[in-house]
Each structure stands twice: as structure tokens, then as C-alpha cells.
């Protein structure tokens, strides 16, 4: 019988959370971000927006599709819309004290947007403070999901009157 071979003691262990990429190309691939069981930053593990909004410009990712799983290395640059399997953005410290505005998002390529985002901070916040806020990717929560949006691809965002 042949023997098994040790696994690396270098390997470290990822979870998985699906999540939908539409790419700057139009392209939509459905797969697996892989994740640190602890965040570098909070209690918890790591989330997908502590992912894009950090590292190398390069990241990996298991395309699911065509019966075949595969792991490419994607340029976080070309990534327009993530739209996550869970509602992380819940889980950002601050969540329930935030101010949310309905807002529609124009991008420069792709559909515009309509969803909920969240501005941290102070009392009297504004949309404009989170339009200046450091992190390339932006949770906006719709009625179906919560989506991580590339900033950069953003043209334009308007707040909607309730």
C-alpha cells in the first residue's frame, strides 16, 4: 500500500465563502474566496472585504462552473461587484450605529445600483464622508445581497429619497 504523504507544516488551513465576481470585462464567475480563520484585525475570522481592501494586487480564487472547480489568481483591480453568500457587512464593529442612506451607484461599466450603504463616525455623517472613506471596496446591501463594490469603477453616487 502506498504511503499517504504528510501535509506541509507550512500549509495553512482556509475556510471558504462563496461569493459572484463580475469582472471589468463583463465576465460573472461564481466560486470561493479563501479566507484566514482569524481576522488580523478584529475577533473572528477574516472577512472577503478585509481581503480586498488589503494585499498584494493578485488574489486567489476557485472558479466554480463547467463541473470543474479550478483556482485562479485574480486581479483585484479588474473585480467590478462581489456579491457575497452571507451578509458580512453586518459583521463590521459599529454595524447598527452607523448611518444608512439608500443610494444609487453609477459604474462605469456594468449595471447601476440601488442599495443601502452604511456611513461610520460621527453623529451628522454624510454620504460624502463615505465617498472619502480609504477602502477600495465598499459594502452596499440590496434587497437580495450584500454587495462588495470597487470604488474605483464607481462614476457617480446620489442619495434616494425614501
Not at 461569493?19 to 475570522?45: N, Q
Not at 459604474?107 to 454620504?127: D, Q
Request: proline share 6%; glycine share 8%; with cysteine.
Amino acid at each position: 500500500m502506498a504511503e499517504m504523504p504528510q501535509p506541509s507544516v507550512f500549509r495553512v488551513e482556509k475556510l471558504r465563502s462563496h461569493a459572484t465576481l463580475t469582472l471589468a470585462t463583463g465576465e460573472v464567475v461564481a466560486g470561493c474566496f479563501f479566507l484566514s480563520p482569524s481576522s488580523a484585525h478584529l475577533p473572528g475570522p477574516e472577512r472577503v472585504g478585509e481581503l480586498l481592501n488589503e494585499g498584494a494586487r493578485f488574489f486567489p480564487f476557485e472558479l466554480h462552473g463547467d463541473g470543474a472547480e479550478r483556482t485562479v489568481m485574480l486581479n483585484r483591480a479588474q473585480v467590478l461587484i462581489v456579491t457575497l453568500a452571507e451578509n458580512e457587512a453586518r459583521q463590521v464593529p459599529g454595524y447598527d450605529l452607523a448611518v444608512p442612506y439608500l443610494v444609487s451607484i453609477g459604474l462605469a461599466h456594468g449595471p447601476r445600483l440601488m442599495g443601502t450603504i452604511r456611513v461610520y463616525g460621527r453623529e451628522g455623517s454624510r454620504l460624502s464622508d463615505w465617498t472619502h472613506e480609504r477602502e477600495r471596496f465598499r459594502y452596499v446591501e440590496d434587497d437580495r445581497a450584500t454587495l462588495l463594490v470597487n470604488m474605483a469603477h464607481v462614476v457617480d453616487v446620489s442619495e434616494v429619497p425614501r
